[in-house]
């Protein structure tokens, strides 16, 4: 296994898919709407993507993404204005695309490249907030000692 | 008259402390402050857990040594390559010199790719190795190891010894080393004892920017070294970023900055004592065309090694940029960078993004001369302790943790954190050191008998500086200039920090790309780096051929 410093390090330069056939790794942990952006941004015109998921029971976890207003803004009412703005339907049926995440707006409808190549998994590894808040550090650190020292 | 040029004198001297207070220590103090007294009050409980680890103290010796080593290996690979450049004359020599500082301006992502492309496993190297040897496993395991950390700095450092040492040397009179030969000195006794001596202030000068520049070095030991190894300023970014522990990031920025410091220290004193005023000649009547064939062989031999391995990875990137996924060649990447796919509302187009990056180098460029060279004549003024205390702290920026400073602004800088010129000005934090470094040794070598001879003759203090310092000094003002411009177009931590999304520079556009799954975003960053290579070199080759009135090369 290989450890690289971030996603793009390993999916660009190691992985043989995002290399263009260059890294040695045929395997890489991403995210589930990565095969669709294999098909947006394919050089060769193909209508299917180069790579598929893995989602073996468990074996994924879900990554939620925020918005917020920091305590103490000279315009709350203006920032209001633009949170709702990111979580109207225009906006979130925009971003699967724009940024490969899946919208947080239940109504919202998913590009059919998403249906299609991007399941969500059924069965996440789920773990209650709380508790990663308490242990964070301390996995972090017993994670780093034990894989990377 | 004379009232006038004295208040400007001092005035000018006053103004690189007063950049250093405002965007230097101003934000770093603050975040400091932030970090360590939360309420008021010293935290010590993290830090005193930290200290009593084992190992604290290896990321401390693992800082030192690679920098050290690092720093052994570009003076080898870089001062034969210097001296080719300062004191032979060969064809085309402007534009290899130019080639040479590319390296500097490319961010660590695509070197890492390039390097991944040369010598990974499945690398071309390996693959030429197994095919011509016969073996079943590829030989070279250099990835993810502290070889290839090594020739990454080497990689990243030779300009520097290149330029620094080599504008030095272009300068030196020949006509010690000649005189010495006379009197019967072999070559080797004239390089240790006539040449060598001579040298030493701008060996030592450039030595010491290329330690700091691995001592501090993230980018090519978190992504070439893998997560194996850490530097202080990776512990610091892990600390600061990964885990919050602000705190024990600050504590650990102020480590780092006091082990330079202390090194800075020990290099001032060395540097005030070694320098000697010297007889400064041209370049062009100190430059001789080889003659025997066998230096002429080991010349050619010599550029041929150092640009095999300065050029190799950077063709490496560029031939991907026309190949990445085709079997054949292709211009898709180049076109891709001109079409809004996304219709992002933040599209910018990439040609705006040479502007940009352009303009704010030429700005980083002048800022960096006025503000380096106001602290170089600072520095030179008789010592007192405040010439011996300002002199590291000039360095210090270069020694601070690009982590912590940017929370400093982020911070500190309230609505200047959005204003146009906060990315000129922190590139000139990073720049100006340069030029204090480029410049000064040149500056203590001039000798004042000339200034005294002018100023008796009857010139006046600012005719002898436009007649004498100007004309003596202009080559090391051209090499900090090309450092200054080199650091500007390549500076990417702190750009991406202060930098509007509207006016993104080259290297910030290469990381968007990158930061998006897809071989179309692969081959956009590999594109817009072969813009940046070219870019650079041309822009590199244009300020070389800077000319004062007929003094040229001087």
Request: glycine fraction near 6%; charge should be positive.
């Amino acid at each position: 296994m290989l450890v690289t410093n971030g996603w793009s390090e390993a999916y660009n330069d190691h992985f043989t898919v995002g290399s263009g056939g260059s890294g040695d790794r045929p395997l890489v942990v991403s995210y589930t709407s990565s095969p669709p952006a294999d098909v947006v941004y394919a050089t060769d015109g193909r209508k299917e993507p180069a790579s598929v998921n893995i989602n073996p029971p468990g074996g994924v976890f879900r990554q939620i993404e925020f918005v917020g207003i920091l305590k103490g803004t000279k315009q709350p009412e203006l920032a209001q204005k633009w949170v709702d703005f990111m979580l109207s339907k225009p906006f979130q049926e925009d971003m699967p695309l724009q940024m490969y995440v899946y919208p947080a707006l239940t109504g919202a409808a998913l590009p059919e490249l998403f249906t299609k190549f991007a399941e969500i998994p059924s069965d996440p590894a789920q773990m209650d907030p709380a508790l990663i808040d308490a242990h964070r550090e301390q996995w972090i650190e017993a994670w780093t000692n034990a894989v990377l020292r | 008259m004379q009232r006038l040029f004295v208040t400007l004198r001092y005035g000018l001297y006053a103004l690189p402390l007063l950049f250093l207070g405002l965007f230097y220590l101003y934000p770093l103090v603050s975040i400091l402050r932030l970090s360590l007294l939360p309420t008021g009050r010293l935290e010590l409980a993290g830090i005193g857990q930290m200290v009593v680890q084992p190992y604290f103290w290896k990321v401390i010796w693992f800082t030192s040594w690679q920098a050290a080593v690092s720093t052994v290996l570009t003076l080898i690979c870089g001062l034969p390559l210097a001296y080719l450049f300062a004191r032979v004359q060969f064809p085309g020599k402007a534009f290899l010199r130019a080639l040479t500082t590319i390296p500097f301006v490319m961010p660590t992502v695509v070197v890492a790719a390039a390097f991944t492309t040369l010598v990974g496993d499945k690398g071309v190297l390996n693959q030429w190795l197994q095919t011509s040897l016969h073996l079943d496993e590829p030989p070279l395991h250099l990835l993810q190891t502290i070889w290839i950390i090594l020739l990454a700095h080497t990689f990243y450092n030779v300009s520097v010894i290149v330029r620094t040492v080599g504008g030095f040397w272009a300068n030196l009179n020949p006509h010690l080393s000649e005189a010495a030969a006379i009197l019967g000195a072999n070559p080797r006794r004239l390089f240790f004892e006539v040449t060598l001596p001579l040298l030493l202030p701008s060996i030592t000068a450039a030595s010491l920017l290329v330690f700091l520049f691995c001592f501090t070095s993230f980018g090519v030991v978190l992504i070439l070294g893998g997560l194996r190894f850490a530097t202080l300023e990776v512990e610091v970014y892990r600390q600061a970023v990964s885990l919050f522990n602000l705190p024990l990031a600050a504590f650990l920025s102020l480590v780092q900055m006091g082990l330079t410091f202390v090194v800075m220290v020990i290099y001032t004193r060395l540097q005030a004592r070694t320098s000697l005023p010297l007889d400064m000649r041209s370049e062009q009547s100190a430059a001789r065309p080889l003659s025997s064939k066998r230096a002429k062989l080991a010349a050619a031999l010599t550029l041929l090694v150092a640009l095999a391995l300065l050029l190799t990875p950077l063709l490496a990137l560029m031939w991907r940029s026309f190949t990445l996924g085709t079997d054949g060649l292709t211009l898709r990447y180049y076109q891709e960078l001109a079409i809004n796919r996304r219709q992002s509302a933040f599209f910018v187009m990439p040609l705006l993004a040479v502007r940009n990056s352009l303009l704010f180098a030429v700005a980083t460029m002048l800022l960096s001369l006025l503000l380096g060279i106001s602290s170089a004549y600072l520095l030179a003024r008789p010592r007192t302790w405040l010439t011996a205390l300002l002199d590291p702290i000039f360095l210090l920026p270069l020694g601070t943790s690009a982590v912590t400073l940017g929370f400093g602004y982020i911070i500190a800088l309230g609505s200047w954190r959005t204003a146009l010129w906060l990315t000129p000005v922190a590139h000139t934090l990073i720049a100006s050191p340069f030029v204090v470094r480029t410049f000064l040794p040149a500056l203590r070598g001039l000798d004042p008998r000339l200034r005294e001879a002018a100023g008796v003759l009857g010139a006046s203090p600012p005719r002898t500086w436009w007649e004498v310092d100007v004309p003596m000094l202009f080559r090391a003002v051209l090499v900090g200039a090309i450092f200054a411009f080199t650091v500007s177009l390549g500076e990417f931590g702190a750009t991406l920090l202060v930098s509007r999304p509207d006016l993104p520079t080259m290297p910030i556009i290469i990381y968007q790309a990158l930061s998006r799954p897809g071989l179309l975003n692969n081959g956009q960053a590999l594109a817009m780096s072969t813009i940046l290579m070219v870019v650079s070199a041309l822009a590199l080759i244009g300020i070389e051929r800077f000319r004062f009135g007929d003094i040229g090369e001087f």
